[in-house]
């Protein structure tokens, strides 16, 4: 069974513009989860979608936004990108929501210049 | 304030030692996991417990709801367990993941 795919792997990126990722979950698969990793904030909670729909938030402002399809693949994207956006972007898929063994993908490197 | 703490932040042991890794939280959970991350970033989950203890090969995981506390153990430690092991937390209140900032091991042969 194919793991999670991310796409791209690496991006670049200068401050303003904004960025699209993609994340191909396991298949099955209904949840998909979104983590930031920085060195100096660790890992921290995106958003995760259950069947189409947002079930949480983490505590990101509202250039952050992704969406589910019907197929369960999911996109982030981000606005008007700051030097402190550079991170690695996880994103884990699920049968479930929360409670539930995460299978992560490999992450995408934004840098932001 | 940070709802999960680990501790040690750091580790370095040789090889064959018995290894403990302590996670903290302060929130209400209804799901702890334990991460495993390698250098390049691939993150592997190694555990998820709601109540008691879980094992798989040389490694253990043990929660405590009452003490909000959680221990992972590697028995007879190698090379290859040298990663950064991550505890997180599901709230239940909201389904909210926290993490705890990593604590890295070094095995050294």
């Known amino acids: 069974k194919a793991g999670v795919t991310q796409t791209p792997r690496y991006l670049i990126k200068t401050r303003g513009q904004q960025v699209t990722l993609s994340c191909s979950p396991i298949s099955g698969h209904r949840s998909v989860s979104w983590y930031q990793q920085t060195p100096g904030q660790g890992l921290q909670f995106l958003f995760e979608?259950?069947?189409?729909?947002q079930r949480n938030k983490g505590n990101f402002p509202g250039r952050f936004s992704g969406r589910q399809f019907s197929n369960s693949r999911s996109e982030m994207n981000v606005s008007t990108l700051e030097l402190g956006d550079s991170a690695l972007y996880l994103c884990a898929s699920s049968w479930g929501v929360g409670t539930d063994t995460q299978y992560f993908g490999p992450g995408t490197r934004l840098t932001v210049l | 304030k940070n709802e999960v703490e680990q501790s040690p932040q750091n580790l370095t042991a040789q090889e064959g030692e018995f290894i403990t890794i302590n996670c903290s939280y302060s929130v209400g959970i209804s799901a702890l996991h334990w991460l495993q991350q390698h250098p390049g970033g691939g993150i592997v989950s190694l555990f998820m417990l709601s109540s008691g203890k879980k094992k798989h090969g040389r490694l253990i995981a043990t929660i405590n709801i009452q003490e909000k506390h959680s221990s992972l153990h590697i028995t007879a430690s190698h090379p290859r367990d040298s990663a950064v092991y991550i505890c997180a937390v599901v709230s239940n209140t909201g389904n909210q993941f926290y993490f705890g900032t990593g604590t890295s091991l070094t095995v050294i042969p």
């Open positions: 979608y259950f069947s189409e729909t």
